[in-house]
Structure formats: C-alpha cells, structure tokens
C-alpha cells in the first residue's frame, strides 16, 4: 500500500499536477491497493481539518493583507531608513529591517516577498542592479516565517500534536531570526562595499528617529500585543490572530487612513486562497498519514533509523539532510504536512528536545522556498523583478548559504533555539 501511495504521488507529482490533488489521488490509490472502504477518506479529511488553532493561518493572512493593503510598508521603509542611516547598501540594510519588521506582522514570506518587492525593488534596481536588489527582498521576505507569527510554525505545531506548543515555537524562532537579520545586514555591507555600491539613505538624526519612529509606533505595538498575548497565556493562537485581523482594520481606517471598504473583498479572496491551499492539503494529506499508520510505516521507520544511528545528532544530520532534498522539490506545506507527523514522534524518541527539532525542520523547510528548483519565493520575485531565475540564483546564493550556517549552529548550539523559550517557562 505504502509503494503504491508513493509511486502515485511522485508520478502526479512529476506531471505538475498541484500537490494537493496529487496527494489525494494518491491516497485513494493506496485504500484502493489496501482493500480498504472509500468513505475512510472524507472522514479523515473532515477530522483533520475541523480543528480550531487551523483557524489561525487565513486571519494571520487576512491580517497580513490587510496591513499591505492599509499602506503599512512605507511607514516601515521610513522607520527603518531613519535607523541606518548613510552607509554603503543602505538600500539593502532597509530592506532587510523592514522585512524583520514586516515578518512581525505578516507571518509568511510570500506575503512580505510580494510587499517589500513591489515597493523596493524598483528603487534599489537603480543602484544595485535587478539580480542582487531581488535577492536582498527575497532574503529579507524568508524572515517572515522564522520571527513570529509564523504560518509555517503553527502547521508544524497542529501536524506534531501536543508535543510542540505553537507560543514555544515563537519564542524560539526569535533569536535566531535577529541573527539572520543581523547577518544579512552584514553580508549586504560586504557585497555593496566589495562592487562599490554608492552611498545611499539619510543621516543619523535623532529628531527624524523620533518622529519616524512615532509614525511607525502603532505598527510595532501589533507584534508585541499579538506575540506577547500569545507568548503570556492571554489567548490563543487563534484569537491573537483574530485580534491581529482587528488590528489591521483599526490600522488601516483611522491611522493610516489609506484602508477602503473596497480593499477587503481582494483582501480576504487572497487569504482565502492561501487558506484554502494550506487547507486542501491537510485534508487530503491526513488520508495519506492515517494510510501509512496502517502500513505501519512511522513504526518501521524508527526502527531502521535506530539501527542505523543511536546517536540523536547523527539523527539530526539525516533528517536534515532528507529535508534540503525535499525542500528543492517539495513546496514546504506539503512537506510539513507530509512529514511532520512521521519524524516528530521518532525525534521524540531520541530524546531531543521538541521545540530544537520543531525549529530546525520549519527553519531547513523556509530555507527551501528559496533553494530551486521549486523555491517559491525565487519565482515570487522573479516575476515582481521580471528576471531570469538564474540572473537571480547569481545574486542569491550567498544568502542561501549563510542560512544554511545558521541551521548549522542552531545544530551544535541547541542554546540559540531553546534559550529563550526556557526562560519563559516553555
């Protein structure tokens, strides 16, 4: 049954069918091969997808939608080109803050990819070039899953079960985000000062900090109400994002006062369509998951991982491994959807600590949305930016990499992840 299922999806898969359908075919493939009754398959797409903190994922994406749409973005490049000031990439610095903030309140790359890339890009082409402009945006935009709220962490959280708490997975995305960040920055200042980039952005000023920053105080509240809601027990992850969906309302109308009544059919469509997709694939993934459990696959998959390796980072390294694989190849929600319920118990049994693993298999998977030749967010830009992808793989792949090392270090110093989330009792 387990080959059946397989081969199915690979081929549909192969044929660019969309991979919610391909998951499901699949899935009647294998009741078909096993002998077992139709009907298990709407029972278990009903169950998987009936499930309250799923509700979390299309209002963060309303709420992200709502924030572009309220004009957000330019309040935030002018905060963030107070704050560096006149320096070589400065451009790119602004990018990269404003994308850390925009993760803050999007919770998904895609949405600050398309954001930060429609505002920025045609500026930064001019002094950057189009090939490195769209790789800095892409970079900054990967951000939006790893800084809280992430989309991607409340799937790996309602796919792993109890195990993992979605307010824990926060908290550990945050210190590794500010790292990334940080490293990007300095990575663009060696890149601009190596090519001979020109200066670009304001002098250092504390009168414009302060009144860029008051301008711009309303949006940085959000995360802190939102997360910090979350993060204290004060609500769910579901209502902090309904409250964000409040938020941006009151944001766009009376603060920015650029949020019509007529921007929130397009809005709640496009969180409707991002919602549908994540929901489309859960569902029909459950019958492919609940298929395997019969086939007893999570079971002989522990066993030959613990009689290739009884060390857990060895483990690790596999899994990390499977997952830069997958992660070209695979878009990342099917992935967490697909694996997530197989290798979170196993690393359970290995002893390591849920929230390390959670982080590091959510942090390999977003490093895959801009890895080919499945990156999504490489397309994302490739058609905002109008380039080829491999102008833009010419530019993006030091950034690539730097991700990649931060995994690494998150690996050997399980302290980056797991610090935070201890001290605030996680």
Known sequence: MTLSIVLTFLTFALLRMPLAFALGLASLVGLYVGGMDFAVMPQRMMHSIDNFPLMAIPLFMLAGELMVAAGILQRLVDFANSLIGRVHGGLAHVAIVAGMILAAVSGAAVASASALGSALVPSMREKYGTGYSSAVVASAANLGAII?????????????????????????????????????????????????????GGNLGLKHILLQTWRALPILLMPIVVV??????????????????IYALLMGFFVTRQLHLSDLPKAMFNAAVTAAMVGALIAFASTMTFAFTIDLVPILLSSWLQDVTSDPTTFLLLVMGLLILVGMFIESNAAYIMLVPLLAPIALAYGIDPLLFGFLFVMNLVVGMMTPPVGVLLFVMCGISNISLNELMKSAWPFIVFQYVVLGLCMLFPGIVTWLPGVLGY
């Open 228 to 245: 910090g809601g979350i993060v204290g027990g004060a609500f769910t992850a579901t209502e902090g994002a309904a409250i964000a969906v």
């Open 148 to 200: 809280p709220p992430s989309n991607a962490m409340i799937v790996y959280a309602l796919m792993a079960g109890s195990s993992v708490s979605v307010g824990g997975l926060f908290m550990a995305g945050i210190v590794p985000g500010i790292i990334l960040a940080v490293g990007f920055m300095g990575l663009a200042s060696f890149i601009s000062a190596r090519r001979g980039y020109p200066l670009s």
